[in-house]
Nanobody, 115 residues
Framework: QVQLVESGGGLVQPGGSLRLSCTAS????????MSWYRQAPGKQRELVAT???????SYANSVKGRFTISRDNTKNTVYLQMNSLKPEDTAVYHC?????????WGQGTQVTVSS
């Protein structure tokens, strides 16, 4: 069972940047397509960005051009570089596999964009 630990969130002003990390246990991490998700208060979980085992990426329209997903399979880690942050990016960010069966959801990392 893959376990996920997210980190790197915080409070940032509009226009600022953050880099999130997600470290997974398990030796077969590299074969999974991984995604970042986010959930704002009162809203459903939203798919933000996805990266395949081969490094192909895709993004939600709302973050395209601002966010970059990457991975380091030697460290079992997926990253989300977030630039030009907006207040509407405020949410708890989680990583997980792109498709079921999902790993157990971690606690996520809170990102708050506010002046």
């Amino acid at each position: 069972q893959v376990q996920l630990v997210e980190s790197g969130g915080g409070l940032v002003q509009p226009g600022g940047s953050l880099r999130l990390s997600c470290t997974a246990s398990g030796s077969i991490f590299s074969i999974y397509t991984m995604s970042w998700y986010r959930q704002a208060p009162g809203k459903q979980r939203e798919l933000v960005a996805t990266i395949t085992s081969g490094g192909d990426t895709s993004y939600a329209n709302s973050v395209k051009g601002r966010f970059t997903i990457s991975r380091d399979n030697t460290k079992n880690t997926v990253y989300l570089q977030m630039n030009s942050l907006k207040p509407e990016d405020t949410a708890v960010y989680h990583c997980n596999k792109y498709s079921p069966p999902f790993a157990s959801w971690g606690q996520g990392t809170q990102v708050t964009v506010s002046s």
